[in-house]
């Protein structure tokens, strides 16, 4: 949005209606669509200068406009957004500006700028990976079926050696002009030429790779890094991998989508890892030393003596790496002691031995549970 329609159209603030609509009419002659045809920097200053006097050449709306700015009342943002927007009386106004200049004046219709260069779309592609692959990140080849531009003919759709034709129908401006009489003047209603689809150029000799297109089809290897701690719907941006654009336009980009395979023993919770591991009774009771696996191989673990079944254990830095700094989660261990079911006689003495001791161990952590919340609230 322009920020100043005085400086736009070249006049001090207290210019007269006269000078502003004489300033106008020099400065929209000038870059008159018609009289700068295809040129991008003229058309969007004539937009500019149309957009400054739709205000300033309008008592109320300069009005406005000198009091609030372009915030004012009635003075949107939405910009020139093409003549439609002009009331009847704004149109009788033109009509009469544009009197001595062939009595014409353009209509924009909305297709107007679809002939310029077009970005290609973007692409999706999912990939699947391992837990390790992505504990470790990975380079991974995809086959990516998209278009690309032609290099035969380098994306003009013309064979080599052959030139394009200057399209008879718009003149290479890639514009139809209709001219429309109505009570208010006569216009000309300026539409995009269908014979060379906007662009001006007319293919006789039709690349025989792209028959004129600009674009194929092509499978393409491409290799990617997968960076290390990618997590399941992680999305990767790989710019300028979609497809190609036309007429010179940028390709577009590509997304990798992530999906990470359910692993055997392992279940991701952001940078940790969760895993569950049975040990015996024994070693429950009496403590010990295993060996536990981790998404690197395995790691020993100190189970101490006497614990409970369901105990969660914290192996630090033995998690997935973060995506952005490397810096490594952990591993939870969920104990869960098993229960012999068969007992050999001797084993069987020992439990009733064992039995035969009067302390309830139940009862016991009971007791030692509400001394210590007598104690929390003594
Ligand atoms: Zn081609
Ligand atoms: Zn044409």
Do not use: W
């Not at 200053?45 to 300033?56: S, W």
């Not at 970005?119 to 990140?137: C, K, V």
């Not at 007429?247 to 919770?269: A, C, M, N, W």
């Amino acid at each position: 949005m322009p920020e100043d329609y005085y400086k736009i159209l070249g006049v001090e603030k207290g210019a007269t209606p006269e000078e502003i609509k004489k300033k106008y009419r020099t400065l929209a002659r000038k870059y008159h669509p018609d009289v700068n045809p295809n040129d991008k920097t003229a058309e969007a200053k004539f937009k500019e200068i149309n957009e400054a006097f739709e205000v300033l050449g309008n008592p109320q709306k300069r009005a406005n406009y000198d009091q609030f700015g372009q915030a004012g009342p009635g003075m949107g943002r939405g910009g020139f957004g093409g003549f439609g927007g002009f009331n009847q009386a704004d149109f009788s106004q033109f009509d009469d500006l544009f009197s001595g200049f062939g009595d014409i004046f353009n209509v924009f219709s909305g297709g107007r700028r679809r002939h310029g260069p077009q970005s290609g779309a973007d692409l999706r592609y999912d990939l699947t990976i391992e837990l390790e692959e992505s504990f470790s990140g990975i380079k991974s080849k995809i086959e990516l079926p998209r278009t690309e531009t032609c290099g035969r003919c380098n994306g003009n759709g013309a064979e080599p050696g052959t030139s394009l034709k200057t399209c008879p129908d718009c003149n290479g401006t890639g514009e139809v002009k209709q001219t429309r009489r109505t009570p208010l003047g006569q216009f000309v209603h300026i539409t995009m030429c269908h014979k060379c689809n906007g662009s001006g150029k007319i293919i006789e000799n039709p690349c025989s790779e792209c028959h004129g297109e600009g674009t194929v089809r092509k499978t393409r290897t491409i290799e990617i890094n997968i960076p290390k701690g990618v997590d399941n719907d992680s999305h990767l941006k790989i710019s300028g991998e979609g497809e190609a654009g036309t007429r010179g336009g940028p390709s577009g980009d590509l997304y990798i989508v992530i999906h990470v395979k359910p692993h055997k023993t392992f279940e991701r919770y952001g940078k940790n890892l969760y895993c569950k591991r049975t040990i015996s009774l024994s070693q429950a009771v009496l403590g010990s030393e295993i060996e536990v696996d981790t998404i690197e191989g395995k790691a020993k673990l100190k189970i101490p003596s006497g614990t409970q079944s369901h105990t969660v254990f914290k192996m630090r830095g033995q998690g997935m790496p973060d995506l952005h700094n490397g810096k490594r989660g952990d591993q939870l261990v969920k104990i869960e002691v098993l229960i012999p079911t068969k007992l050999n006689k001797k084993q069987k003495e020992m439990f009733e031995e064992f039995s035969k001791d009067k302390t309830d161990p139940v009862q016991d952590t009971k007791k030692g549970f509400f001394e210590k919340l007598k104690k929390i609230y003594q």
